[in-house]
């Protein structure tokens, strides 16, 4: 931390870039150890779709669409939670050669539990912010959410403070 120190712009970002994977990696590692513990036989992947269903039903496509696979890779995964009980197959009412998946009661509180337990390690891991430290985060975090996506320009090569990268 450098209290009482104004750094530029451009040293900011590149401590934001240098602490990025370093972040990723410790929440990473602390959802993996409790994921691993919680959902025993399901993969990463398979809860994205798990967390995905808790919409409601989707057509298969959608799910394809969320996991960035084609629907042949996607019907695997499907298949392998169908299995499992965690999914199951419903006929479109809309159209009778679509396919819904929908989450079963078991998937259902499979997701939950998973949910309740990152929430519990989320929260130790913040335990270290002040309340007001975590409120500015918060506050920070949604800023970046909510702001227009950024384009690449010539204009990006000079910093918001007129110093060139």
Do not use: K, N, W, Y
Not at 82 to 103: F, I, K, N, T
Not at 120 to 139: F, I, K
């Amino acid at each position: 931390m450098t209290v009482g120190v104004r750094l530029s712009r451009t040293e900011l970002v590149q401590r934001f870039f240098a602490l990025r994977p370093a972040m990723h990696r410790r929440l990473d590692e602390e959802m993996t150890r409790q994921l691993r513990d919680d959902l025993h036989h399901v993969t990463i992947h398979q809860l994205s779709v798990l967390e995905h269903l808790r919409q409601g039903p989707h057509p298969m496509r959608e799910i394809a669409r969320v996991l960035g696979v084609g629907e042949s890779s996607a019907t695997a995964t499907a298949d392998r939670l169908v299995r499992q009980g965690l999914v199951e197959r419903l006929a479109d009412p809309g159209d009778r050669r679509l396919v819904l998946l929908s989450l079963t009661e078991e998937g259902s509180a499979l997701v939950e539990g998973v949910e309740r337990a990152a929430a519990r390690r989320t929260s130790r891991m913040l335990s270290a912010l002040s309340d007001e430290q975590l409120a500015q985060l918060v506050d920070i975090l949604e800023t970046l959410r909510d702001a227009p996506p950024a384009s690449f320009s010539h204009d990006d090569a000079t910093e918001h403070d007129g110093e060139r990268r």
